[in-house]
């Protein structure tokens, strides 16, 4: 009775639900037997995350997230997602699986249900007690990952579940993950990109991804990430792509939500800074990409096409594998080609090295997501950055970093990186206080430009402004900020403001420490998650 009424709900809300609904139970009947199916709680290119109730033995109603992967997603792939969340998961806010429904290439994985806030809407209100848990807790969930030799490659904050009330967390999503040289995750080892097995100088501290097991050769072919294969161009040319298109095409980009900011313009690119990465087979600026764009779009429509006969399935559908009810992948199933383009990460969170895609990525990158994330926490801003291709992401963390620094970072990992504009890197505490609206410091040229980078967003999304004052009082004393926070003599007046910055006005300079950091450019010398729960920020809490 509850529940319809609950179900009821929903369909007011979002009628194009029920045909949803409808349409998983009948590809994946056993669901009916076990699930209540109420609400749709996740949208991507490559799966739907649904809410359902199931009525336990105990009597006890209980919640779950039913998480229906593309049909088109590769079986390794899926199988390595599902082996990284019942070896690693269900631990330390790595999320966990309970269960795993198939039905010919239908998958659904049934998880616990975390309800979560949205990122947009806690980030201005958030303490700053609340953030150091956050990133704590963050911090927390990789180092388990990471421990299993688990690189996630998409972390970010619709990846990591935050339930404000609670003081609960979850990483999901290893939908893009891939395995370190040593990784306990043995469907890692095979999904592998070749780029990785291209590896060099071993890095000590941070684990590598790479392969040592024997990849057959026509699986290596099908290996599921491949980005190296792919033109290094490829994702901006499909990102650009403006409309619904971005949605249905087979190399789409995944958008879950807060995402869809991606697609501004940066206004970087319209500055006259360029960037360049050399040592490529094709060498392009930021500019003229735009030109090239428009005939690239043309020659993708034939590459998409030709994937798509080629990706159909080279089974007979009536052909009943091997695997099927048992936890193998069978020889059927890895012989069945790829039907979908490999899934990148976003832009905005990817580290340098990805960037410039370096061929020996480790568990670091997933370190600099975090740093990113960080970043949006002690700044107020989300997303930091939103660039539409890596290009632009770099030069947008030159405007942080520093281009020279930026630039030589990339050297120790052997990219060359030509910039046209010498852009000196940012104080890191000056510039969150000030984006967060309470520092006093005069903003330089380069603080400028990322505030006007921000102001595009805010324009956009209005939820993403700066601090807004709640109480009279408040407003009052924000506006008199900087005279009060800089040469206050009222004693009352600055508790008073204590109390309403929510810490934010006693942010300590390790925090900025550990930002700095997270986003070290330089791989090698990155901080890792274990040594970061460590670091003197997180003194306090409990590991
Ligand atoms: P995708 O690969 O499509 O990004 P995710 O695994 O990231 O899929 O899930 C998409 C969204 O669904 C998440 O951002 C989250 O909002 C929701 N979600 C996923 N798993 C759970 C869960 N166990 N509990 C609650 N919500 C979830
Ligand atoms: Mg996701
Ligand atoms: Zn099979």
Known sequence: MF?????????????????????????????????????KIGEGTFSSVYLATAQLISGNEEKFALKHLIPTSHPLRIAAELQCLTVAGGQDNVMGVKHC????????????????????DILNSLSFEEVREYMFNLLKALKRIHSFGIVHRDV????????????????????LAQGTSDTKIELLKVVQSESQQRSCSQNKRHRMTGNRATVPPELAQQSV???????????????????????????????????????????????????????????????????????????????????????????????TCECYATDRVCSICLSRRQQVAPRAGTPGFRAPEVLTKCPNQTTAIDMWS??????????????????????????????????????????????????????????????????????????????????????TVSE?????????????????????CSLEHCHSDSKTEISMFTVNMKGWDRVPDEAYNLLDKLLDLNPVTRITAEESLLHPVFETMQL
């Open 460 to 480: 956009e999304n209005k939820k993403e402004d700066m601090l807004i004052p709640q109480t009279h009082e408040e407003q009052s004393l924000l506006q008199n």
């Open 156 to 175: 970010k904050p619709s990846n990591f579940l935050f339930n404000r009330q609670l003081k609960k967390y979850a990483l999901v999503d290893f939908g």
């Open 225 to 319: 990430a491949k980005p190296a294969v792919r033109p290094w161009w490829s994702l901006s040319q499909i990102q650009i792509k403006p409309g619904k298109e971005e949605f249905s095409g087979l190399s789409a980009q995944r958008f879950v939500f807060g995402e869809r900011n991606f697609n501004i313009k940066s206004p970087h690119s319209q500055q006259n800074v360029t960037v360049r990465l050399t040592k490529q087979t094709k060498v392009m600026d930021v500019e003229s990409k735009k030109l090239l764009t428009k005939k690239k779009i043309v020659s993708s429509k034939t590459l998409n096409n030709g994937t798509a006969r080629r990706g159909t399935t080279t089974v007979p559908s009536n052909l």
């Open 101 to 120: 429904f198939r039905k010919n290439d239908h998958v659904v994985i049934i998880m616990p249900y975390l309800e979560h806030d949205d990122f947009l």
């Open 3 to 39: 529940l319809s009424c609950l179900l009821m709900e929903e369909l007011k809300r979002n009628p194009g639900l029920k045909e949803d609904i409808e349409k998983l139970y009948e590809a994946v009947p056993q669901l009916s037997k076990v699930f209540q199916i109420t609400d």
């Open 370 to 455: 975090a740093g990113i994330i960080f970043l949006s926490l002690l700044s107020g801003r989300y997303p930091f950055f939103k660039a539409s291709d890596d290009l632009s992401a770099l030069a947008q963390i030159m405007t942080i970093r520093g281009s020279k620094e930026t630039i030589q970072a990339a050297k120790r990992f052997g990219k060359s990186i030509l910039c046209s504009k010498e852009i000196p890197g940012q104080d890191l505490k000056t510039l969150c206080e000030r984006l967060r609206g309470i520092s006093c410091a005069e903003p330089t040229a380069n603080e400028l430009e990322q505030d006007s980078m921000h102001l």
